[in-house]
């Protein structure tokens, strides 16, 4: 009993310590100047979302992809992708996700979404 006391206590030590912490990967911006070029990232962008969200996806428009959820303790992310226009004329694409469960977080994380996303979308 007291070596399983024991391993409790180290487990939940364990907890308290952190790994060094390494700047996270960033995901290349997505933008678009023509309508040609923005309606195809649009469309990569409905792709991606259709094929990477455990949810199923709730607004689609011109300028918004909304899913449904997060739900409530669920590792699975939400996703919302807004189209917004910047100076110049050109477009903006971004990609924003979250999930219900404050423990654990996303799996996959939300940045590596975003970066999987914005490949996906940038291809030429």
């Known amino acids: 009993m007291k070596n399983l006391r024991a391993l409790a206590a180290a ?5 308290c310590v ?4 390494t700047p996270e990967a960033k ?6 100047s023509t309508k040609v070029e923005c309606d195809a990232k649009w469309s990569r962008a409905v792709s991606w979302v259709t094929q990477n969200s455990a949810y199923k996806i709730q607004t689609t428009s011109d300028m918004l992809i909304q ?56 291809i030429k």
Request: some cysteine; charged content about 10%; proline content about 6%.
């Open 18 to 21: 952190s790994a060094p912490s």
């Open 67 to 122: 899913t449904y959820g997060p739900d409530l303790h669920d590792t699975d992310a939400a996703f919302t992708v807004t189209r917004s226009a910047t100076t110049g004329g050109a477009y903006e694409i971004t990609f924003n996700g979250g999930c219900g469960n404050i423990t654990w977080g996303c799996s996959p994380t939300i940045n590596n979404s975003r970066i999987a996303f914005a490949n996906f979308v940038n």
């Open 11 to 15: 487990f939940m030590l364990t907890g």
């Open 27 to 32: 995901a290349d911006p997505i933008t678009c």
